[in-house]
């Protein structure tokens, strides 16, 4: 996900706390976050099934937030695109958002260089309300974040 679409997250392979064994044991633990993937094709060397598609969801737990959650590692892999993974694992998503009582707002930030993730949250029924310029570099190419809201 790091390498294929680099602006569409904020880690990068070098510092990405997901795979630090102990991060990734506290988020899959945590009763205020939830991962959902879908499972590819059977690895070429007959390992381990490829990842299509996965979404996050973590609902804040300040007080004052707590009515809101935020979607976050959206990424479907580029082999399974256009077969409606991306759809599914929002949607399961949003729909455990609705579990959690009391939160009323999905947000999450998308990439303005990756327009087919903005249609696919547009067609979810979140909303642009705002535009963060330049808000990441890679390689020196700067691209704009758009932050979309939903409410349940």
Known sequence: ML???????????????????????EVLTSPAHAIFA????????????????????????????????????????PAYRRRGFGRAVVAAAVAHARTWPGVDWVDLGVSANAPAARALYESLDFVVWGREPDATEIDGVRHDELFLALRL
Not at 5 to 19: H, M, N, Q, V
Not at 38 to 49: L, N
Not at 69 to 75: I, Q
């Open 3 to 25: 390498v294929d679409a680099p602006w569409a997250f904020a880690a990068s392979p070098e510092d990405d706390r997901a795979l630090d064994p102990a991060q990734l044991a």
């Open 38 to 77: 879908v499972e590819g094709d059977t690895a070429p060397d007959g390992g381990a099934r490829e990842l299509a598609a996965v979404a996050s969801i973590r609902r804040e737990t300040s007080p004052k937030f707590a009515h809101r959650a935020g979607v976050w590692g959206v990424f479907a892999d």
